[in-house]
């Protein structure tokens, strides 16, 4: 998974193709219990560019996009938002599958 460095790789990322941001932080608990399953699913569902964002190091892009809870998803196909799964909530595997299932 791609880590998001700047404002100018978030928009180039989501403008062009497939992507989902994962909004986290290293401080929560609910991010790492989902971190072991991450590379299944993005094997799973390959055609999408996964993207981690650092809530703490892009806290004015999670209030421009209304993230207030993490782990949360945001799916984007070449810069039109296809979904989202947000809410301050854990998130099973099963759960973020059928959220990325329905994206399609």
């Not at 004015?60 to 989202?84: A, H, M, T, W, Y």
Request: net charge negative; charged share 30%.
């Amino acid at each position: 998974m791609k880590n998001l460095e700047s404002m100018e790789q978030y928009e180039q990322l989501i403008n062009n193709g497939k992507t989902i941001l994962m909004f986290s932080a290293n401080w929560c608990p609910d991010c790492r219990v989902i971190e072991p399953v991450l590379p299944e699913i993005e094997e799973k569902f390959n055609e999408f560019t996964f993207v981690h964002v650092d809530r703490d190091q892009f806290i004015e892009l999670c209030q421009q996009l209304d993230v207030f809870g993490i782990p949360s998803f945001i799916g984007f196909d070449n810069g039109k938002e296809l979904g989202r799964f947000v809410s301050k909530d854990r998130k099973t595997q099963e759960e973020i599958e059928e959220f990325i299932s329905n994206l399609k």
